[in-house]
């Protein structure tokens, strides 16, 4: 329940998505390889014609459901739409799953007010009706051209939007030669999640998820990871300075500082994989050592972080 964002740059299949989701809740069939409960859903599809709309569904389906209810047009989040959605609400009790494809096709013009109010405003009506009748809503929207390491950084507009939804749904990484994709999955009470989907023959599918320590090990920097391929079968462990760590592991194009400093920073990412790490200060310097953990549930060296 409560007001979702599903996200992503133009023209990448973002209204296939909306479609298929839209045509299983209806159903309630699997999305993606999550199971739906069966509901009424209304599909905004404000973008298109209702022959767009007939098209796609057809290649989606053989025949759409009958809980799935399309408009093509509708009034703006200024000028009437809450009461159109309640009204819609009223005639078919049964709705659960409401779709605005996109946002942008509902927000009022600039006022003279903060971006961030302005985003924070347009979005927190559909918020509100989406809680007050306990119904999922689902707004289509834009990132923007500039890209950023974490993908939530890149939702068109300020923080203002991702504050207000309960979830944010980016599609990135979108390859047009091959359809693969990431969709990526973050909300107040969910899980963070990332998923590799593909688009093909205009359905999107699920191909695997990515799990807690691939995503851990791809933000590691790679003289951490070097560290461990070099510790990997040292059952004595080793002891000395950075510099001579750095040099033993060949890594490359950091500095000792920045290497002392991953050190300690995936401590806890090194000792998960078994290789326990701790920094003493003596006479003629800083000394490191690594050895092999004895166990899971060893403790983190003081200044270390997990």
Not at 29 to 53: H, I, M, N
Not at 112 to 135: C, H, M, Q, V, W
Not at 264 to 277: C, E, I, K, S, T
Request: aromatic fraction near 6%.
């Amino acid at each position: 329940m409560g007001l979702h964002l599903l996200v992503g740059p133009p023209k990448v299949g973002k209204s296939w998505l909306s479609l298929l989701l839209a045509l299983s809740v209806s159903a309630g069939e699997p999305f993606l390889g999550f199971a739906t409960s069966k509901a009424d859903v209304l599909y905004l599809a404000l973008e298109d014609t209702f022959e767009r709309v007939k098209q796609r569904s057809w290649k989606l389906v053989d025949e759409a459901r009958c809980e799935l209810f399309f408009a093509v047009a509708s009034e703006g989040v200024a000028t009437g739409l809450v009461p159109q959605l309640q009204a819609h609400l009223a005639a078919h009790r049964d709705t659960r799953l409401v779709i605005v494809d996109t946002f942008q096709m509902v927000r009022p013009a600039s006022k003279f007010e903060s971006p961030y109010a302005a985003d924070y405003r347009d979005l927190t009506p559909l918020k509100a009706f989406a809680d007050a009748n306990g119904i999922a809503l689902v707004a289509v929207h834009h990132t923007r051209k500039m890209g950023d390491s974490d993908v939530l950084n890149t939702v068109s507009g300020t923080t203002g939007i991702t504050g207000c939804a309960d979830s944010t749904m980016v599609l990135s990484n979108v390859s047009r030669a091959d359809g693969n994709a990431t969709l990526t999955v973050a909300g107040r009470d969910r899980e963070f999640a990332e998923l590799r989907v593909r688009f093909r023959d205009c359905r999107w599918e699920l191909v695997g998820v990515t799990s807690r320590e691939e995503r851990e090990e791809r933000e590691v920097p790679d003289d951490v990871l070097r560290v461990l391929d070099f510790m990997a079968g040292r059952a004595s462990g080793w002891q000395g300075t950075a510099t001579e760590l750095l040099e033993a592991v060949g890594a490359g194009g950091v500095t000792v500082a920045a290497f002392g400093k991953h050190l300690a920073q995936h401590a806890g990412f090194m000792l998960d994989r078994g290789v326990a790490y701790s920094m003493a200060h003596a006479a003629h310097g800083s000394v490191l050592t690594l050895r092999q953990a004895s166990g899971p549930g060893e403790d983190i060296p003081t200044g270390a972080s997990r």
